[in-house]
């Protein structure tokens, strides 16, 4: 099942004023469960990010729409860190644990980046991308969450110090996957609308016709924060020239760096790997199946009868960086990088993934 916008045309646009924002909120309050960006203190010291966390909302003024950044991408409630799949009980067999879905949810002002890494997401867990093999397996808790998701993705209004989306493709425009799309126009917001389910969430906000020139106003922002981007990536035959460098002297240079701590695999939006474990109790009677966020950057990822096929730091940091940046262009036919920067603003070493690249891409030599 893929969850992609049917495309958008003219008309599907309006203008929602700045003043009639909270009345339209606490309606959506009314109907759906609705999961936004709070900001967790007024701390101005902290990592750019720390501040705000996606959260259930209850009231407008819980809102930070101004925000640049989060530590974690909404991710998580479609794909928890930890969740029960199964109990089970001498005698008695097993228990399916479904996912508790009360009621419709909204995730509320979703950076374009963050969007395109859900969609990523759909072609890992409902195997969406057309090259999955006929074994691929829609996964069935990720699925029901996903299914009882609306995304009202919102435009970025300033850009990162470690953003550099528009060189992977993943905004700061977007085109699919939302279902309404809010774009800051000042005093107002253009609201696009990219799908039936958001044009019901739309009934009882106060509207009006957004016009060609509101229009032109969001493409001339979208060019001033692709101008003010502070990173590039040079992506073109990249996938090719990190295969051809396995053997990179870069990967051992960082070998004594990188602390294998795993921050960058925990903040990263599009991350999917989990470990499983059964959990008993002390008499043995019953236990749950457990699935939690794993990384590859764990000692133990990698273990196996007789071994470990990355037991040095430098090969799990090489497995990071070309999974999202060449093999996963051939498992989901994207890049596995939507060019957030979260794993630059949250490595404790500085380790700069853009900086590899480019160190990378300087020292190739084409085989003639």
Aim: net charge negative; proline share 5%.
């Amino acid at each position: 099942m893929v969850f992609k916008s049917p495309g958008k045309r003219e008309e599907e646009a309006k203008i929602l004023r700045k003043a009639n924002l909270a009345l339209w909120v606490r309606s959506l309050i009314q109907d759906y469960e609705v999961i936004g960006p709070i900001q967790k203190g007024p701390r101005p010291e902290l990592v750019e990010g720390e501040g705000i966390a996606f959260r259930p909302i209850g009231s407008m003024n819980e809102l930070a729409l101004n925000y640049i950044t989060t530590m974690l991408s909404p991710k998580e409630f479609l794909y928890p860190p930890r969740e029960v799949l199964f109990t089970f009980r001498k005698g008695e067999g097993f228990t399916e644990v479904k996912p508790e879905l009360n009621r419709k949810r909204i995730i509320f002002g979703v950076h374009p980046c963050d969007l395109n890494a859900i969609l990523i997401l759909d072609r890992v867990f409902l195997g969406s991308y057309e090259a999955c093999t006929e074994l691929s397996r829609s996964d069935g808790y990720y699925h029901a969450r996903r299914e009882n998701t609306l995304l009202v993705a919102l435009t970025c209004s300033r850009v990162g110090e470690n953003c550099f989306c528009a060189s992977m493709g993943f905004g700061p425009s977007l085109e699919e996957g939302y279902d309404l799309l809010l774009t800051d126009l000042n005093d107002r917001y253009l609201v696009e609308i990219g799908s039936v389910l958001g044009q019901e969430m739309l009934k009882k906000a106060s509207l009006e016709e957004a016009s060609p020139q509101d229009r032109e106003t969001k493409e001339r922002k979208l060019k001033a924060l692709e101008e003010e981007m502070p990173k590039t990536v040079d992506t073109q035959d990249l996938p090719q020239i990190l295969r051809r460098n396995l053997g990179h002297p870069i990967w051992a240079k960082f070998k004594d760096i990188c602390l294998a701590c795993a921050n960058c695999t925990m903040v990263c939006p599009t991350c999917y790997c989990y470990d499983m474990v059964d959990r008993t109790e002390l008499d043995l009677e019953e236990g749950v199946r457990e699935r939690s966020w794993d990384s590859c950057f764990n000692p133990e990822f990698a273990q196996m009868h007789g071994g470990n096929f990355r037991a040095g730091r430098d090969s799990r940091l090489r497995q990071f960086v070309c999974h999202k940046m060449s093999y996963w262009t051939e498992q989901y036919g994207c890049f596995g990088c939507v060019g957030c920067g979260r794993c630059i603003s949250w490595c404790p070493v500085g380790i700069d993934i853009t900086e590899m690249i480019r160190e990378i891409r300087g020292d190739d030599v084409e085989p003639a």
